[in-house]
């Protein structure tokens, strides 16, 4: 195993409510060696999504720091992080949250585009293709059932070979062999690229699948949770 | 607890909540809006209509001259010979006067039912003989009745006739039908009729009806030239003698005392008179009356400034009584002086046989009511003086006619409120279909909005049936709420522009109902737009956001071509008005009684061609959207244009949504911008046709210095570039052709000079432009313009030669024949109409009199600030110490008395204005944050695939400017078409044919607000993007 490609140090994470201020995670600290697979688990409402969106420089934390390889996100300004979140991360998430008026090709070039990597058409159609999307290319995500959606999902997250992919609940909405279909898909692909993955889920069949699962409970580690997984 | 959750929803999404009401709020506003300002303009058309009017009611006596003639005539039933019933008629002619009653005519006319019995008609007890088959007292076709001559002073003539009826005759048949008249009452008069009360019994019997302010004895007659003189001093020109008393001087304060004062017993000369006569205070005039043994002597009290008294020389013909027809030599007397001296040198002149006076004493009651009393409304004001009217006319209702003025100007009023409500109504549709419209467009958002909340509440247990009541509980709330707030808004707008003295004139009952229908209408239609798009989107599928790309049903107007049908029938029915001259109506005129004449009906096409023109736009917009190019072949170009290019493509149809809202407020906007600088400039040529020019300089009768046609280089002063002397009074010459002569008004001016400072473009000459018909008028120092109406009734042509008298009536008049070198049919500076118009050099030469009646004058520039600077440099200049009266085109619209004032257009345009801006910027953001509701997953994913927030605001700003940047192209093409629209249908209220007229202010306020709406908009909604919490949204299935 690498040097860590995400550390999480002493992070808490609060929000303001109309009922007050809420902890959503409080002093979490963890690492993700490069290459290495993570799941996430824990009861709903627990904070897994909230530190999620942290690694993925989504949010910035309340206190603590996430880096990212050499980069410390949490200190970032908004436009590093966004240059972060088209470079180094991919996500992919329970909804597929595909653009409506794009074509599957579209929607996967698009990620490119951001990139920088304009023209990479053939590329998108190379990746979609091996994902079982050959047919489907120009159709939008309205004409595509749920699992194809999320394959295109997927596509879209490591289009552009991320560092890093982080999956919130990837297959949630599917079914057993299309949520098979899907991790299969991930850890394939990531492993091809050598992408650290992060990946929240209640589902423990695929949270086996990962190098090491720890568990979120009221924000907090557990750390009767750390589990290594033999691959 | 339904109630209560709905409630909530609302408080604690204020920006939804603020979006979907802000639409009802400022639609209700503008439609409740122009409720209340048609009951505050309204309330004051009364005030405006009356305020001009010289004289209330006039009672003008037929025989002024005393003629004490009486008829009496007596029914009485008998057998009649030979049939059954009978009436035997006995008709008295006494004459009660001192002098002799000359052609003294007694008709009388048989009940039906009865028939003459012939032969038995006796005057004095002497046999008649019958003209024919009929009776001697109604002969022939006309029913002439028996011309019995003279009859002296004193004595009495009895005529006795029997008629018959095969059947009883009714009581009603026999009432009396007899009339009489002779040489000095020429108007018939009913027999048995109370004997004729003097001007002092009537007006003092007048005065005590309720509502009657005051009732003055007028009386005046036009004496011939010569007739005035002062020590060896005599006037040149005609006379008037009033006859009034000091009361009616103080009634009617354009009559103004320069010198002396009124006094009984005493004369007062008007200030030409005195100035021509070289009298003062102290003087004795002397009148020579016809019929008088000899000059009437009349020390002379004051002198008066009479030249402003348009109750003593208005018109009193029924056809023109508006005419001003001022008599400069003018003498007044009291009333019982002009009783006592002037009407008993009439009597014996009308009394010699054979002799036809030309000018009789005119006798009349002149009548102010209690205008403080008139009710705000005219339709209800003219009741009121109707009643009075009736009541003047109830006293001694056989020896006068009544010109009842007030009356006449309050009909045309309430014609025209009924016109203007009418009108103001379909102006006002626009703002109540705008609210229903922004109300539905954004009750649409809303409801895609709360799909993902219906759902959970689905899930939680929620039928559809909660759900539908918590929209009506919703839908309620916001249109309560955006329709009494609505209303309050319009109310304080119109307090605004109308100040709240003019709206609450209106009654409060009329306010309370103007409230209640904005409310009701508001919350009815705006209730209906939200929730029909809710209940629909209650009826979709559940937690599907996807719907607005490939679900969305095309809409039914865009199936049924209804834009296509429409535009059709708007052609159709335009092709129809212009060929049934429906636009060509007269414009509207107090003066005239004529209230403005409006196609209602067309009011119509603005609106069906707003709604057409709209929904073609649209058609064009997803035309045009869908062909857009994709940025690149092989790749999917920059994220920015990418995205942009492909989301107009693909969903052109959802952004038609925002694009209808912003065309359907620009066009509506620019239409009113058009209509307004269309108002403007048509106001402005008609003010300048009426003037003359732009200003007009009116020396005064009391000037004492000379102001001849080398006066006008003076008048060029300070801003003042040109100056045309005219020479002008109404019916001062006498025109005669080959055929025919008339009296006519005759301008003499100075061609170069008065091409150059009269709107030669409003003048209409037949055949020719105006410039070269006066270039003609300049070589031909002996031409004359002669008006078409006058040419073809003495069929005149041009090239003509026709005779003109000049200055008909004064000493200097002069004979002399003229060319006609054009035809006109109108002239500017002329509004109460000119029938020649020939050179003024020729004229002074003929005339030997260079006396110009007024000036016209152009400024360099013509704003109401250049006028005031040329105003006051001409008092600064050659007005110190002189007395010179300067109207000028914006005085001229002050003063303006046509129905065009009442309608107040001005001020429901700026209304309209103010809410259209505002609406403008509401329906630009309802499109914005409707955007960002429905789209903020989208964009919260771009960010998170790594979209840098400048990169969505461009994103969200060039969505946005597509739609608004279409929506302002359409709306101001469509608003274009609008407008010209308006203006053609409203040209009734113009003098002059207006073009159409195009600010420039205007249309970029319009435009810079839309630009500022959506740069702001996208910008604000931007920053809300930042704000979302994407970790939440974006896991939500």
Redo the contacts between chains.
């Keep these: 195993m690498s040097a860590a490609a995400v550390r999480v140090e002493d992070v808490s994470m609060d929000y303001e409510t ?1 009922g007050g201020r809420v902890r959503a995670l409080d002093g979490i600290s963890l690492e993700v060696s490069a290459g290495e697979s993570l799941s996430i688990v824990g009861p709903s409402g627990c904070g897994k ?2 530190l ?2 942290l690694i ?1 420089a ?2 910035v934390p309340t206190a603590g720091r996430v880096r990212i390889g050499e980069d410390e996100v949490s200190g970032l300004g ?2 590093e992080r ?6 180094v ?1 991919g ?1 992919v ?3 597929d ?1 595909l ?4 074509t599957v090709v ?1 929607n996967v ?7 920088g990597a ?5 590329r998108c159609v190379e990746l979609l293709v091996r994902l079982g999307l050959a047919d489907e290319l120009g159709k ?4 595509l059932s749920g699992g194809q959606r999320q394959r295109v999902a997927v596509a ?1 997250a490591l289009i552009h070979r991320p560092a890093v992919i982080l999956a ?2 990837p297959t ?2 599917l079914d057993a062999g299309n949520s098979e279909r899907v991790i299969d898909l991930v850890i394939a692909v990531g492993g091809e690229i050598g992408a650290t993955l992060v990946m929240v889920t209640h589902d423990p069949e695929a949270a086996a699948r990962m190098d090491r699962t720890v568990t979120l409970r009221d924000g907090r580690l557990t750390t009767a949770g750390v589990i290594a997984h033999a691959r | 607890m339904l109630a209560r959750y709905a409630w909530r929803d609302l408080t604690r999404n204020p920006r939804r909540t603020v979006a979907a009401a802000i639409g009802i709020t400022l639609g209700v506003g503008l439609f409740s809006g122009v409720l209340f300002f048609i009951d505050g303009s309204g309330a004051s058309m009364t005030r405006r209509a009356i305020a001009p009017l010289a004289l209330d009611l006039q009672r003008v006596l037929t025989s002024p001259l005393g003629a004490r003639l009486e008829l009496t005539e007596r029914l009485t039933p008998i057998r009649a010979p030979g049939a059954g019933n009978g009436v035997r008629v006995a008709l008295t002619v006494t004459n009660h006067g001192t002098v002799p009653a000359h052609e003294v005519v007694v008709g009388d006319e048989l009940a039906p039912g009865l028939a003459y019995v012939g032969g038995t008609t006796t005057r004095d007890g002497r046999l008649l003989r019958d003209p024919g088959a009929g009776t001697p007292l109604a002969q022939g076709l006309a029913r002439s009745g028996l011309n019995l001559g003279a009859v002296p002073p004193g004595r009495t003539v009895r005529l006795v006739y029997v008629a018959k009826s095969a059947h009883p005759v009714p009581a009603a048949a026999l009432r009396p039908r007899a009339q009489i008249s002779s040489q000095q009452s020429i108007v018939p008069t009913r027999a048995n009729v109370p004997s004729q009360l003097t001007l002092g019994e009537l007006a003092a019997r007048v005065r005590r009806i309720p509502g009657v302010a005051h009732a003055d004895g007028l009386a005046f007659v036009d004496l011939p030239p010569g007739s005035l003189s002062v020590g060896g001093v005599t006037t040149p020109d005609t006379v008037r003698v009033f006859g009034f008393d000091r009361a009616y001087a103080a009634h009617y304060p354009a009559i103004r005392t320069v010198a002396g004062s009124f006094a009984a017993g005493r004369g007062a000369l008007s200030a030409e008179a005195a100035r021509t006569l070289r009298a003062r205070p102290g003087s004795v005039a002397t009148l020579r009356l016809p019929g008088a043994r000899g000059p009437v002597p009349v020390p002379i009290g004051g002198v008066a400034d009479l030249s402003a008294a348009r109750s003593l020389f208005n018109s009193r013909r029924s056809t023109d009584l508006e005419s001003f027809l001022y008599v400069p030599s003018s003498i007044v007397l009291d009333l019982e002086t002009f009783r006592r001296r002037v009407v008993p040198a009439f009597q014996m002149a009308s009394a010699a046989h054979g002799t036809a006076t030309k000018s009789l004493p005119l006798e009349e009651l002149d009548v102010l009511v209690q205008r403080s009393r008139l009710r705000s409304d005219p339709g209800a004001a003219l009741a009121q003086t109707r009643a009075i009217a009736r009541a003047v006319r109830a006293i001694a209702p056989e020896q006068d006619y009544q010109i009842d003025n007030i009356s006449n100007t309050l009909q045309v009023a309430r014609d025209d409120a009924a016109v203007a409500k009418r009108m103001f109504l379909f102006l006002g549709i626009p703002g109540a279909l705008l609210a229903a419209f922004l109300a539905a467009f954004a009750g649409g958002i809303l409801a895609l909005a709360q799909r993902r909340e219906q759902a959970n509440l689905r899930i939680r247990g929620a039928d559809r049936s909660h759900l539908l009541r918590m929209l009506a509980y919703r839908t309620l709330a916001l249109a309560g709420a955006g329709s009494v707030v609505g209303t309050a808004l319009g109310l304080l707008s119109v307090i605004a522009i109308l100040g709240s003295t003019n709206v609450f004139e209106a009654s409060t009952a009329e306010l309370a109902l103007s409230a209640l229908i904005g409310v009701g209408v508001g919350m009815f239609t705006t209730a209906l737009a939200l929730y029909v798009p809710g209940r629909r989107s209650l009826q979709g599928e559940i937690g599907q956001e996807r719907g607005e790309l490939v679900s969305r049903p095309e809409p039914a107007w865009r199936r049924l071509r209804l834009d296509f049908v429409l535009l059709a029938v708007l052609v159709a029915g335009e092709a129809v008005a212009l060929g049934t001259g429906v636009f060509d109506a007269p414009p509207g005129s107090v003066y005239e009684g004529r209230a403005v004449s409006l196609p209602t009906a067309l009011l119509l096409a603005p609106v069906v061609a707003w709604i057409a023109g709209v929904m073609l736009s649209l058609r064009v917009f997803d035309a045009l959207a869908s062909r857009l190019p994709l940025p690149a072949a092989t790749g999917f170009g920059t994220p920015v244009w990418g995205i942009l290019v492909r989301s107009l493509r693909r969903r052109s149809w959802t952004l038609a949504g925002g694009t209808s809202a912003v065309a359907l407020v620009v066009a509506f906007g620019m239409s009113l911008a058009i209509f307004t600088a269309t108002y403007d400039a048509a106001k402005g040529a008609d003010a300048r046709f009426l003037v003359g020019s732009d200003m007009r300089v009116t020396p005064s009768v009391l000037s004492t210095r000379p102001h001849p046609s080398s006066f006008a280089s003076r008048l060029r002063t300070g801003p003042v570039r040109v100056v045309a002397p005219v020479v002008f009074k109404p019916q001062n010459a006498v025109l005669t052709s080959s055929f025919n002569e008339d009296q006519v008004s005759l301008a003499a001016i100075e061609p170069a000079g008065f091409a150059r400072v009269a709107p030669l473009s409003g003048a209409s000459f037949p055949g020719g432009n105006g410039k070269r018909r006066l270039a003609a008028l300049r070589r031909d120092p002996r031409g004359a313009l002669i008006n078409a109406r006058t040419a073809d009734e003495l069929k005149i042509g041009k090239g003509d030669r026709v005779q003109v008298l000049f200055a008909r009536g004064t000493r200097r008049q002069a004979l002399v024949a003229l060319r006609v070198v054009g035809i006109f049919t109108r002239l500017p500076g002329f509004p109460q109409g000119v029938q020649v118009v020939a050179n003024l050099a020729y004229y002074a030469s003929a005339t030997h009199s260079d006396r110009p009646d007024f000036f016209l004058a152009r400024t360099a520039a013509h704003g109401p600030a250049d006028l005031a600077r040329a105003t006051a440099a001409l008092r600064a200049g050659p007005g110190r110490g002189d007395r010179l009266t300067i109207d000028t085109t914006r005085t001229a619209l002050d003063k303006d008395q046509s129905s065009l004032t009442a309608l107040n257009v001005k001020g429901l345009l700026r209304l309209d204005a103010l809410y259209t801006l505002l609406m403008a910027a509401a329906a630009i953001g309802i499109f914005v944050f409707g955007l960002i509701l429905q789209r903020r997953r989208e964009y919260v994913t771009m960010r998170a695939q790594g979209m840098r927030t400048g990169e969505l605001r461009r994103l969200v700003l060039g969505e946005t400017a597509a739609v608004t940047v279409f929506g302002l192209a359409a709306g101001m093409l469509v608003g274009s078409v609008m407008g010209y629209l308006l203006v053609r249908v409203l040209r009734p209220l113009f003098v002059l044919d207006p073009g159409v007229s195009l600010s420039l202010l205007g249309t970029l306020t319009l435009v810079a607000l839309v630009a500022v709406a959506t740069v702001a908009s996208a910008l604000a909604a931007t920053a809300l993007l930042r704000r979302l919490r994407p970790t939440e949204l974006l896991r939500e299935a």
């Design positions: 109309p999504s909230t999620l969106g993925g989504l949010d908004e436009r966004a240059a972060l979140r088209r470079g991360c996500f998430f329970q909804a949250n653009h409506p008026f794009l579209e070039g698009f990620q490119l585009a951001l990139h304009d023209g990479g058409a053939e939008l995500p309205d004409q879209r919130d609940e949630g909405a």
